[in-house]
């Protein structure tokens, strides 16, 4: 076996562990709801978040990639360090990119154990950042895009909380609250299925499908738009129907029988929305754990850090297997934390949690505002919580989850600074014959 064939294996078995430590967190939180309101067993969930995961993750995954993720650390600003030798800047790289893939996937998994949602992306940031000092100095960091990451942790979380919670109202004042909730549910629910249809396919569009959006010329903003209205007029229209058919008989029942039937409905709807977060987040994140591993074997075989590199299929299929893979043997963890111990979750209180979410991240997307999908649905689960007043939810379990979020991005440079400095000692001189090969 040569030396190129080594790294690729070794880097390879990394990204593959960082995959593994992304279905294990991130996965877990976008059927949390589902979970949590009894629309979905945990293994229910678990199959249907592989697929729709994988299927994002291969399909569309991100086949364009930055050699540095999201643009924290400029590759030229290592090639242009002074005193350098030939190669060297290559291999400096390298094992910068797999300090920060290890450290994010330690801290992933560290998170995971106590079942803390943390971002998988403000994991990978943190590190990058961290070996970026360390290998060419503090100005490497672009910290106007640190700043924003800082920002949105405060940013999405309110703004999905604050949706969640009117939304959340809306339903419990115009159809739970009523004296009639199934006469209710079948006037307003078809309005809640219109906006819910509208919010998954420009989410579906513009996040899930941005990588591939270029190679459809008509796919405009305008033509997206008018094919979600069109989807969202039918679904109306359907769900006026299954309304009608599931609750005609159950208006003379008994409040808490109407409410049950009620629930009913909106199973399917908590469902639906999750599948969508999790097509959307494969199409994604995955890009967090294959993403510097395709860099990395690119710059391994052409020794060139210049430019932005292409991602082979085996690659996305690597990324697609361990976020499944991390979902199926251990994603159980965050998605109870999420969908049980913050607050209780029905599906209803889903769907609300799932829309304001989704919406969120949507609208930030378009805005070119770096959010995380973990930080909004749990501030949009929050924000259905407060719906019910201060004791609705786990002030303890908040005041954890707050915390690692905070802690994320500081302990993953710290990490990725120490073994990036490890590795320069240990393994430099061999990478840059490799380089210069």
């Known amino acids: 076996m040569d030396i190129t064939t080594f790294i690729i294996l070794v880097t390879g078995a990394i990204g593959l562990y960082m995959a593994w430590n992304i279905g294990a967190n991130d996965v877990a939180n976008s059927m949390a709801d589902a979970v949590g309101s009894k629309a979905l067993t945990v293994k229910q969930a678990v ?23 999201k643009g924290i650390v400029d ?9 350098l030798r030939e190669g060297e800047a290559a291999a400096l790289l390298v094992l910068g990119m797999t300090a920060a893939l290890l450290c994010a996937a330690l801290w992933l998994n560290v998170a995971s154990v106590f079942g803390m949602p ?27 895009k640190m700043s924003q990451i800082v920002a949105s942790w405060f940013i999405s979380p309110v703004v999905g909380g604050v949706c969640a919670f009117f939304l959340f109202k809306f ?28 919010v998954v396919c420009l989410a579906t569009i513009y996040k899930g499908l941005k990588h591939v959006i270029g190679n459809i010329p008509w796919l405009t903003d305008d033509v997206s738009l008018y ?8 679904s109306f229209v359907v769900a006026k129907f299954y309304c009608s058919y599931k609750l005609k008989d159950k208006q003379d029942l008994s409040i808490a029988k109407q409410l049950d039937a009620v629930e009913g409905v909106f199973v399917p709807l908590v469902i639906i929305s999750s599948c969508a977060v999790a097509f959307a987040h494969g199409a994604n994140d995955v890009a967090n754990a294959i993403g510097p591993f395709a860099a990395i ?5 052409t020794g060139d850090i210049s430019k932005s590199v292409g991602v082979p299929f085996w690659i996305l299929c690597l990324g697609g297997t361990g976020i499944v893979l991390g979902l199926a043997t251990y994603g159980h963890r965050v998605m109870v934390t999420v969908g049980t111990k913050i607050t209780e979750i029905t599906p209803s209180r889903g769907v609300a949690a799932d829309i304001a979410a989704t919406a969120t991240v949507l609208i930030c997307t ?21 719906a019910r007043g201060l004791g609705g939810i786990d002030r303890d379990v908040a005041k954890r989850i707050f915390s690692s979020w905070f802690i994320t991005v500081p302990i993953a440079a710290i990490l990725s600074m120490i073994l990036f400095v490890i590795g320069r000692a240990l393994f430099l001189e061999p990478l840059i014959r490799v380089m210069v090969r």
């Open 47 to 69: 199959i249907l978040a592989g697929i729709c995961e994988f299927a994002g993750a291969v399909l569309v995954g991100s086949h364009v990639t930055n050699t540095v993720r």
């Open 75 to 83: 590759p030229m600003v290592l090639a242009n360090m002074p005193g």
């Open 171 to 198: 339903i419990s004042k115009n159809i739970l609250g009523r004296t009639r909730p199934a006469r209710a549910a079948m006037v307003y629910t078809p309005y809640i299925v219109f906006l819910l249809t509208i």
């Open 366 to 386: 378009r805005m070119s505002l770096p959010v995380s999908t973990t930080h909004t649905l749990v501030g949009a689960i929050m924000g259905i919580g407060l």
């Open 297 to 301: 074997v690119d710059i391994v075989r």
């Open 118 to 144: 943390v971002s998988t992306t403000h994991s990978i940031v943190g590190a990058v950042a961290g070996f970026g000092i360390v290998a060419a100095g503090i100005d490497a960091v672009n910290w106007v």
């Open 227 to 234: 094919i979600s209205l069109g989807l969202a007029v039918a």
